[in-house]
């Protein structure tokens, strides 16, 4: 079955990095959509950042110029690359795939970043 787990949260001071990973096993990597997603409590989760099926990346207008989405297909992984963070990034960040023939998602456990000095 599909299984997704995450790592690289935690806690950084305001303007510090992190970077979190998503490793996918029991996919073809190719046939899924993938990205990043966030909540914090009391709010919906938010896209942060995404590959379309055409291999695009789209990203939430808040994390555009520091964060970026990157994939090593040899390593089913997905990547997102956060700079300049700041306190209003905190949140529980989850990877979401998405298989493009049936639309079927499939989500991470979470991992928790919080930005704070």
């Known amino acids: 079955q599909v299984q997704l787990v995450e790592s690289g949260g935690g806690l950084v001071q305001p303007g510090g990095s992190l970077r979190l990973s998503c490793a996918a096993s029991?996919?073809?990597?190719?046939?899924?959509?993938m990205g990043w997603h966030r909540q914090t409590p009391g709010k919906q989760r938010e896209l942060v950042a995404m590959?379309?099926?055409?291999?695009?990346?789209n990203y939430a207008e808040s994390v555009k110029g520091r964060f970026t989405i990157s994939r090593d297909s040899a390593k089913n992984t997905v990547y997102l690359q956060m700079n300049s963070l700041k306190p209003e990034d905190t949140a529980v960040y989850y990877c979401?795939?998405?298989?493009?023939?049936?639309?079927?998602?499939?989500w991470g456990q979470g991992t928790q970043v919080t930005v704070s000095s």
């Open positions: 590959f379309s099926s055409g291999g695009r990346t």
């Open positions: 029991g996919i073809i990597f190719n046939a899924y959509v």
């Open positions: 979401n795939f998405r298989k493009i023939a049936t639309a079927q998602n499939f």
